[in-house]
Nanobody, 122 residues
């Protein structure tokens, strides 16, 4: 059983930056592909970015490309989402997820964190 804990969310002005972290425990971190998803009020949960087990491959939603960077440190059991040039439409609860496959569908991921709120003011 893998436990995931997100941190780093908060309130930031448009154009600002945040770095989200997701710390994993209870499993062999390097066995899991990791993903970040977000969910805004009244909307479905959507894929933001994903990273393979080794960290050699990443994938981003079109909305995140060029602004967000996903990385992982398998020695620290942690994945990081650096978010730059934030926009009000990035406002959402951001969730970290771990899964056995590197995919964009939320249903593929087996373990989820509780989420961290990101609010971008205009």
């Amino acid at each position: 059983q893998v436990q995931l804990v997100e941190s780093g969310g908060g309130l930031v002005q448009a154009g600002g930056s945040l770095r989200l972290s997701c710390a994993a425990s209870g499993g062999t971190f390097s066995r899991y592909a990791m993903g970040w998803f977000r969910q805004a009020p009244g909307k479905e949960r959507e894929f933001v970015a994903g990273i393979s087990r080794s960290g050699s491959t990443t994938s981003y939603a079109d909305s995140a490309k060029g602004r967000f960077t996903l990385s992982r440190d398998n020695a620290k059991n942690t994945v990081y989402l650096q978010m730059n040039s934030l926009k009000p439409e990035d406002t959402a609860v951001y969730y970290c997820a771990a899964g056995y496959q590197f995919r964009t569908e939320p249903s593929i991921y087996s373990y989820w964190g509780q989420g961290t709120q990101v609010t971008v003011s205009s």
